[in-house]
């Protein structure tokens, strides 16, 4: 393996190590609270921003490595229906 694939895979598996221990159980309570009609307050926004930022970095990596697309994708999905209801619930309440 070269050097540029072990940095590679050991970024990768930092990365899922992140999104299985902290970013996925987090982003599923943010849609469940969204989901109940509640809004999201400004932790969870700094959550948001951080793992959009987060992601933007990670563009070349999975841009090189598009086995990790439908992972991706499921997750674009996630974020946005929790965005989407969220502004759904700040525009009822506000």
Avoid: C, W
């Avoid at 930092?14 to 109940?36: C, E, G, I, S, T």
């Avoid at 974020?79 to 989407?84: D, F, L, M, S, V």
């Amino acid at each position: 393996m070269s050097d540029s694939a072990s940095k590679d895979a050991g970024t990768i598996q930092a990365m899922l190590q992140r999104l299985n221990d902290f970013r996925l159980p987090r982003a599923l309570d943010l849609k469940k609270k969204v989901d109940r009609g509640e809004k999201l307050d400004n932790y969870d926004m700094e959550f948001l921003e951080a793992v959009l930022e987060d992601a933007s970095g990670a563009q070349p990596l999975i841009a090189k490595h598009p086995e990790l697309q439908p992972l991706v994708s499921q997750l674009v999905s996630l974020y946005g229906a929790i965005t989407t209801k969220a502004l759904e619930n700040e525009q009822k309440k506000g």
